[in-house]
C-alpha cells in the first residue's frame, strides 16, 4: 500500500493511497484504453475516461447532466456557475467544463489529501475553470453570496448514506439563497426499495423550491430496489423536453422522468427533514 501525499503526476498507477478520510484505490477500466475507476474505502466513487470527458460512465450522471443540459445545452455560450458539493474524482466537473467551456467549476471535497490526489491524477481544468476546496459542504455553502451560482449538485455519501445536515429545510433553503433566479439544484439521493429517504428528500427540496422533478430508473421508483434517485429543485420550471426524454431512455440503464405532477405524487404524504432541535 502506498502511503501519504506523494501522488503520481503524469498518469495515474493503479494501487491504494492513503487518502485523510481512509483508502482510496485506483483501478484500470479493462474496456477503455485511458479509463479509471476510484474507490473510496472500498466503494465506487467516479469513474473517468481521461481521453474523453464527456463519457460518463456512472448513469444517475449521465441523468443529472440531461436535466442540466435541458436548461443549458451543450455549446451555450453564456457563463454556467456549478457548484458540485461531494468531489471525489471530479467527473462531472470534467464533464460540465467541456460542454460549457466558459462555464465555472467549483468542487467542494472534505478531503484535502484525495483533492490532492486527483488533481495529480487526472490532469483537471485549472482555476478559474475548475477550483477543488477543501471542507465540509455546508460550512462552505454558508459562506457563499446569494445568487453567486446557477447550478448546485449535492452527491456527498459517507459509504451509503449522505450526512443528515446536507438533507434538510434548513440547508435547502441555504442552497436556495446561493442560486441565481433560474438556478437548479439536484440531488443524488440513495435510497432502500422503501423510498423513505427518497421520498423525504422530495418532500423537502419541494418545500423550498416551487418545482420539481425526479428521475430514475423504472425498478428503482417501484421499490425493487437500492438504487440512486436524483431529485431537482428549481425557481423556474423543468422544461422535461422531448429530446431530454429520449437522451435518459436512451442509456445502459434507462430512465423516467417525473415532472411537477408526478414529483410531488411520488413523495405520497412524506414530511420534510428538519435540523435537530436546539437544546
Known amino acids: 500500500m502506498k502511503q501519504g501525499r506523494n501522488v503520481p503526476s503524469a498518469q495515474p498507477v493503479e494501487g491504494e493511497y492513503q487518502v485523510d478520510q481512509g483508502t482510496a484505490t485506483l483501478e484500470r477500466d479493462p ?20 481521453d474523453d470527458p464527456t463519457h460518463l460512465s456512472f448513469e444517475y450522471m449521465r441523468w443529472i447532466a440531461a436535466l442540466v443540459e435541458d436548461r443549458w445545452p451543450e455549446g451555450f455560450e453564456g457563463r454556467v456557475r456549478h457548484l458540485h458539493l461531494g468531489g471525489a474524482g471530479c467527473s462531472l466537473a470534467r464533464y460540465f467544463h467541456h460542454v460549457h467551456p466558459e462555464s465555472r467549476q467549483v468542487v467542494v471535497e472534505l478531503d484535502a489529501a484525495l483533492a490532492e490526489g486527483v488533481r495529480e491524477w487526472f490532469d483537471l481544468p485549472r482555476a478559474p475553470f475548475l477550483r477543488i476546496r477543501v471542507g465540509e459542504a455546508r460550512a462552505v455553502t454558508e459562506t457563499l453570496s446569494p445568487a453567486s451560482r446557477d447550478v448546485v449538485i449535492r452527491d456527498v455519501f459517507a459509504q451509503s448514506l449522505t ?16 442560486l441565481g433566479p433560474d438556478g437548479m439544484y439536484l440531488v443524488n439521493c440513495g435510497s432502500a426499495p422503501n423510498l423513505k429517504a427518497a421520498r423525504e428528500e422530495a418532500a423537502t427540496i419541494g ?48 430512465a423516467r422522468y417525473l415532472g411537477d405532477e408526478e414529483a410531488r405524487s411520488f413523495i405520497q404524504g412524506a414530511q420534510p427533514r428538519h435540523d435537530p432541535r436546539a437544546s
Open 31 to 50: 474496456d477503455l484504453a485511458n479509463g479509471w475507476l476510484l474507490r473510496l474505502n472500498g466503494v465506487q466513487s467516479s469513474h473517468l475516461d481521461l
Open 163 to 178: 450526512p443528515d445536515s446536507l438533507t434538510t429545510q434548513e440547508f435547502t433553503q441555504q442552497v436556495a439563497d446561493v
Open 207 to 254: 418545500s423550498v423550491f416551487p418545482h420539481l422533478a425526479i428521475v430514475a430508473d423504472a425498478p428503482m421508483l417501484k421499490g425493487r430496489r437500492y438504487g440512486n434517485v436524483i431529485i431537482a429543485g428549481s425557481f423556474l420550471p423543468f422544461e422535461g423536453t422531448a429530446a431530454m426524454v429520449r437522451t435518459l431512455l436512451g442509456g445502459g440503464v434507462p
